[in-house]
């Protein structure tokens, strides 16, 4: 059991446990603080946290790549887009949820490591009482990813997807979706992730030197739209595979616009990335694997865990 943090009051109802840093920097930046707790805004609930899922934009503000130059925040900077809890207040005019319904989806800052977290009334669910909280709470960010870039890529029945990173939680999602919409899906991965990306329905490939040729190997037929979630260096020959980078997206490459690729950051609303989703998820149609869960107290080894890479699925940290 780590014991990096110290302990903090559980039972106070005026403060709340949050993960925060107050310096850019690895996963040893991160400290649990009792910090007052939020109170809503119009327009708001506040969620009690059950779990939260977490992502590689943690990392990255963590680290500070987007404050180039500096070495800490301004304030103590927080972790955490996604989550699942309890609805425990309401904003004054809010009249579409009540104390005490377990809800799911994004929060209104980057704060769901936390005890408690703000959420718009117009970006979390209903949780169903087949989900649990840490399947819950692994759903958001990745379901709206893929839902929205294979919106825009306009993926269709007979066509052929390629997903760069596609055990990744947003490519493994995308797989799925795109198999839903009956098109193919070749998905790069590393080996030890084949077995489980057929088991989706896509066509494995492994990156690295010759992947071109694999994937032409892997889809005779030709690729008709790219998703990037690797970021990796894959844009030119994704646009070499498809003819045009108009039929290519990342969600990861900020080299895109060099290469006249899109880089998706328009995203929807959870209620409607979840929509046609949510009865999947609770029938077993829509998978979500969670690679691991960690408790609040060793939210920094979970993200030591999200660095170290080749994750199948989501790590969520669950709050007790
Ligand atoms: N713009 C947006 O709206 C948006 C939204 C969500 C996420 N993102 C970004 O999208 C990226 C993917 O997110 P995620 O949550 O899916 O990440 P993730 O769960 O951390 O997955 C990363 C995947 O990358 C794979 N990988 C590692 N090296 C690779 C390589 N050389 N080629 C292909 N795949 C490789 C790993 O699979 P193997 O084990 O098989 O190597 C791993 O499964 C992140 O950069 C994230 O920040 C952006």
Not at 249 to 276: C, H, K, N, W
């Amino acid at each position: 059991m780590t014991t990096e943090f110290a302990p903090l009051n559980p039972t106070s109802t005026t403060t709340t446990r949050r993960l925060q840093f107050r310096a850019y920097g690895g996963p040893e930046v991160l400290e649990l603080a009792e910090v007052p707790l939020p109170q809503p805004d119009r327009g708001q609930v506040r969620v009690r946290v059950r779990a939260a899922g977490i992502n590689g934009r943690d990392s990255k503000m963590r680290a500070g790549l987007f404050e180039p130059g500096a070495t800490a925040p301004a304030v103590a900077g927080t972790v955490g887009i996604e989550m699942a809890g309890v609805i425990d207040a309401v904003g004054a005019d809010v009249t579409e949820w009540t104390v005490g319904q377990p809800v799911f989806g994004r929060t209104a800052a980057f704060d769901a490591v936390a005890g408690h977290a703000l959420a718009p009334v117009g970006d979390i669910v209903a949780k169903p009482d087949s989900l649990g909280f840490v399947q819950a709470a692994a759903l958001p960010v990745a379901t709206e990813a893929a839902y929205r870039t294979l919106r825009q890529l306009d993926v269709r029945d007979g066509q052929t997807l390629l997903v760069h990173a596609a055990a990744g939680g947003v490519g493994l999602m995308a797989v799925q979706l795109a198999r839903l919409r009956g098109a193919t899906v070749v998905g790069t991965a590393s080996e030890a992730n084949h077995d489980f990306l057929r088991d989706i329905g896509a066509i494995p490939v492994t990156y690295g030197d010759g992947l071109v040729e694999r994937i032409r190997s892997a889809a005779p037929q030709g690729i008709d739209a790219v998703l990037d979630g690797s970021g990796r260096g894959v844009l030119p020959l994704s646009i070499a595979l498809t003819g045009d980078p108009a039929k290519v997206i990342t969600i990861a490459d900020l080299g895109a616009a060099q290469y006249g690729v899109r880089f998706s950051t328009e995203i929807v609303p959870i209620p409607e990335a979840m929509a046609e989703h949510l009865t999947l998820f609770e029938s077993g149609r829509l998978r979500m694997p969670i690679e691991a869960v960690f408790p609040l107290e060793e939210a920094a080894d979970a993200y030591r865990r999200l660095d170290a890479g080749h994750l199948r699925g989501k790590i969520v940290v669950a709050v007790a």
